[in-house]
């Protein structure tokens, strides 16, 4: 993907409560932050969030570890801006409906969360975390966002 995505994401199904808009912030890469590839658009878009989540795969084509991908995307937030580094985040480690047999959920989770990260194993396909994400996603751009950049009753900019 060249271009950043927003979708209003519903934390509630059940009941249509909170929600907020989230940005998909794609090909961040070693080097983002010197402009290597699209880096410095893609992370200017980043610098208007009010939380973000380190989404990283957790069955890789390439057999990059969730670990090293968040090395990676921290370094090149914190490069290119400290105070984008330091926003409120969570980790996200997708794909556990076929993650391999030697994947180690405890050790990802052990790593993350001595980065100070709240972490979510999520599953597109089996629905996984989804719904506690969504839920947490919610209350992050709640607690963010100042009274002026609610753009509806239930609604924040994530």
Not at 4 to 22: I, M, Q, R
Not at 117 to 143: C, N, Y
């Amino acid at each position: 993907t060249l271009t950043p995505n927003l979708g209003v994401v519903d934390a509630d199904s059940d009941n249509w409560g909170e929600s907020f808009v989230a940005a998909d912030i794609p090909g961040l890469i070693d080097g983002a932050s010197d402009g290597k590839g699209l880096g410095h658009q893609f992370l200017r878009h980043l610098e208007r969030t009010k939380a973000i989540a380190y989404v990283l795969d957790g069955a890789s084509f390439d057999g990059t570890e969730p670990a090293d991908a968040f090395a990676i995307l921290k370094q090149e937030l914190t490069s290119y801006s400290p105070v984008l580094a330091s926003k409120p985040a969570v980790a996200v480690v997708t794909k556990t409906d076929v993650v391999t047999e030697d994947f180690d959920r405890h050790a990802v989770r052990r790593f993350l969360e001595g980065q100070g990260m709240e972490v979510f194993f999520i599953s597109s396909v089996t629905g996984e975390g989804l719904d506690e994400l969504k839920r947490r996603l919610a209350k992050m751009a709640k607690q963010a966002a100042p009274e002026s950049s609610v753009t509806t009753e239930n609604q924040t900019n994530i």
